[in-house]
């Protein structure tokens, strides 16, 4: 069975600093992955998605995440946020043609 | 505007009094899902349906039902709530799905929080 691991649960961070969301899958084939957000009182939101071909994808609020397939990774970052970015991230796993999975969620919360 | 919409957004009952949550998308999409958030444990699907009138459990079906009668509604139903049915419910809809997943972006509602005591 695949599975997601987002080891922290909450990142306090200052504005306008560098942040990263750790997420990590276990999965010995071909993956997909995803990342949403969730701000407050709302549903989720998909951020960005690796489905094949550069390892590397970015969304258009400036986030970016890397698939790394050694690490079994998938990171997501953004060199400076904004009080705005403050929500829950989720990361989400499909492997070929199963379920997608969700990770636990990690709440970013960024310090003015 | 595309979107999926959820009713009621929040609802508090009793132990044992049946309900429904609906959960309407405006996308055509064929494929539909329920989810249920819990703190600490993330996202768990409950159910999911590929098409009108083929629907398949989740990772944590028990206690629920569903129905897809019509391709943009996709009822959640609870016969006898119980209070570990407390949470935070999704719809959500995407174009396609195949092996009880979707290959493209997902809509979600905007959740329903469900209390029961």
């Known amino acids: 069975a695949q599975s997601v691991t987002q080891l922290d649960s909450q990142v306090p961070v200052f504005e306008e600093a560098p942040v990263e969301l750790r997420c990590n899958y276990s999965?010995?084939?071909?993956?997909?992955l995803f990342w949403y957000v969730q701000y407050p009182n709302q549903g989720l939101q998909l951020l960005l998605k690796?489905?094949?071909?550069?390892?590397l994808v970015e969304s258009i609020n400036g986030f970016e995440a890397e698939f790394n397939k050694s690490q079994t990774s998938f990171h997501l970052r953004k060199p400076s946020v904004h009080i705005s970015d403050t929500a829950e991230y989720f990361c989400?796993?499909?492997?070929?043609?199963?379920?997608?999975?969700f990770g636990t969620g990690t709440k970013l919360q960024v310090i003015p | 505007e595309a979107q999926v919409t959820q009713n009621p957004r929040y609802l508090i009952t009793v132990t044992g009094k049946k309900l429904t949550v609906t959960c309407s998308q405006n996308m055509n999409h064929e494929y539909m899902s329920w989810y249920r958030q819990d703190p600490g444990l993330g996202l768990r699907q409950i159910y999911y349906?590929?098409?009108?009138?083929?629907?398949d459990k989740g990772d944590v079906p028990e206690g629920y039902k569903v129905s897809r009668k019509e391709k943009r509604n996709f009822p959640l139903i609870l016969e006898s709530p119980s209070p570990n049915q407390t949470s935070l419910y999704f719809c959500a809809s995407s174009l396609t799905g195949t092996g009880g997943i979707s290959n493209t972006e997902a809509f979600f509602g905007q959740g329903t929080r469900l209390t029961v005591v």
């Open positions: 349906s590929m098409n009108v009138e083929v629907t």
């Open positions: 999965s010995s084939v071909s993956v997909y």
């Open positions: 690796y489905l094949s071909g550069s390892t």
């Open positions: 989400a796993v499909r492997r070929g043609y199963q379920k997608v999975t």
